[in-house]
């Protein structure tokens, strides 16, 4: 009788003296199945070391029990964080959680999209880079829901959990001017990702308030290399004309700038401070303490999985919900001029 990855329904059943049916039973629905034939179907899968086909099972169903999840850059902390409390919700219900990335690129988007949809996952966290809306519409027709991370749904069609950028944007922007700012900047990009927009308003708005002008150095993504690089930029400009505060529109971003400032001999925050977004652990952990604007990552992975399920349960009465959280301001030594 074949044993392991060989083993079939038929061989546990000729072993536990059960027919077949009643071992689909103990592998899917085990409450219809008495004790004592439950426990000898046990002991045969056991011994045989019978190993289930989810792939044919899926085939069956028409979906398997998995989620996907597309992030726009798997390398920051920030999203490894949301798709961890994703995963915990998901290992809750018995699901896996695919995570795949985006890269910040629309072909590269739709091509994981198109995965997702061979793969027949139950659902899709997403943070959008490109125009996927009529995408994910579709594939919610076709059985597969949908709900955004890190991006508040501009439509009640969609279930989102985001923080509020504008507000985060704000705090920061108010905090180095409350630290003697006159000159802050901001850096981040591209402004195609409505998180940028966001923060950048918020900053812009906060600065019109205080009577200060906001520099802008805007760049084409959030990657920490593109932050070495606008330091070095800032670092060769004329004292006067160099921004004295920097709010960078991630953590990654700041980092890079915090690194190019020690390099060129700039004192950070006697010569120029730098606030983050996200809060990542190592913005903590950096030769200075990065302050930042907190976001509680896994919180928005753990709420984004559980509204996922609550859409593909669809129970009566079911409504699109946009979850937003309000973001906190941690203030460290990269900011606090003594």
């Given at each position: 009788m074949p044993s392991g990855p060989g083993a079939k329904l038929t061989d546990v059943a000729a072993l536990a003296r059960v027919s077949v049916g009643t071992v689909s039973n103990v592998l899917n629905?085990?409450?219809?199945?008495?004790?004592?034939?439950?426990?000898?179907?046990?002991?045969?899968?056991?011994?045989?070391?019978?190993?289930?086909?989810?792939?044919a099972r899926s085939l069956r169903s028409g979906s398997t029990r998995s989620l996907?999840?597309?992030?726009?850059?798997?390398?920051?902390?920030?999203?490894?964080?949301?798709?961890?409390?994703?995963?915990?919700?998901?290992?809750?219900?018995?699901?896996?959680?695919?995570?795949?990335?985006?890269?910040?690129?629309?072909?590269?988007?739709?091509?994981y999209l198109d995965l997702f949809e061979q793969q027949r996952v139950q659902g899709v966290l997403i943070t959008p880079f490109g125009p996927v809306f009529q995408r994910l519409e579709r594939m919610r027709e076709r059985g597969i829901p949908s709900v955004l991370v890190?991006?508040?749904?501009?439509?009640?069609?969609?279930?989102?959990?985001?923080?509020?950028?504008?507000?985060?944007?704000?705090?920061a922007l108010d905090h180095?001017?409350?630290?003697?700012?006159?000159?802050?900047?901001?850096?981040?990009?591209?402004?195609t990702l409505q998180q940028v927009e966001d923060r950048y308003r918020?900053?812009?708005?906060?600065?019109a308030r205080a009577g200060v002008p906001l520099q802008l150095f805007e760049t084409p993504d959030l990657k920490f290399e593109r932050g070495r690089r606008i330091g070095d930029l800032m670092w060769s400009l004329q004292p006067d004309k160099r921004p004295d505060?920097?709010?960078?529109?991630?953590?990654?971003?700041?980092?890079?700038?915090?690194?190019?400032?020690?390099?060129?001999?700039?004192?950070?925050?006697e010569d120029i401070a730098i606030i983050g977004f996200d809060?990542?652990?190592?913005?903590?952990?950096?030769?200075?303490?990065?302050?930042?604007?907190?976001?509680?990552r896994q919180l928005i992975g753990e709420r984004a999985a559980q509204l996922l399920f609550d859409e593909i349960d669809d129970e009566p009465g079911h409504v699109h919900s946009q979850v937003v959280f309000t973001p906190e301001l941690v203030a460290r030594q990269s900011t606090l001029r003594r």
């Amino acid at each position: 009788m074949p044993s392991g990855p060989g083993a079939k329904l038929t061989d546990v059943a000729a072993l536990a003296r059960v027919s077949v049916g009643t071992v689909s039973n103990v592998l899917n629905r085990p409450e219809q199945v008495s004790f004592d034939k439950r426990t000898r179907v046990l002991a045969a899968i056991e011994e045989l070391g019978f190993v289930r086909n989810e792939s044919a099972r899926s085939l069956r169903s028409g979906s398997t029990r998995s989620l996907g999840m597309l992030v726009l850059d798997v390398r920051n902390p920030f999203f490894t964080d949301v798709a961890l409390g994703a995963e915990n919700v998901a290992e809750e219900h018995k699901h896996s959680l695919i995570l795949a990335n985006s890269a910040e690129n629309a072909g590269r988007e739709q091509a994981y999209l198109d995965l997702f949809e061979q793969q027949r996952v139950q659902g899709v966290l997403i943070t959008p880079f490109g125009p996927v809306f009529q995408r994910l519409e579709r594939m919610r027709e076709r059985g597969i829901p949908s709900v955004l991370v890190d991006r508040l749904a501009s439509t009640d069609q969609f279930c989102s959990v985001s923080v509020d950028d504008v507000a985060g944007g704000a705090a920061a922007l108010d905090h180095l001017v409350s630290v003697g700012s006159v000159r802050p900047a901001f850096v981040g990009g591209p402004f195609t990702l409505q998180q940028v927009e966001d923060r950048y308003r918020g900053a812009a708005d906060a600065a019109a308030r205080a009577g200060v002008p906001l520099q802008l150095f805007e760049t084409p993504d959030l990657k920490f290399e593109r932050g070495r690089r606008i330091g070095d930029l800032m670092w060769s400009l004329q004292p006067d004309k160099r921004p004295d505060a920097v709010f960078a529109a991630n953590d990654q971003l700041a980092l890079g700038l915090l690194q190019s400032f020690a390099a060129n001999g700039l004192r950070v925050p006697e010569d120029i401070a730098i606030i983050g977004f996200d809060d990542i652990d190592f913005a903590s952990q950096s030769s200075i303490p990065l302050s930042s604007i907190s976001q509680p990552r896994q919180l928005i992975g753990e709420r984004a999985a559980q509204l996922l399920f609550d859409e593909i349960d669809d129970e009566p009465g079911h409504v699109h919900s946009q979850v937003v959280f309000t973001p906190e301001l941690v203030a460290r030594q990269s900011t606090l001029r003594r």
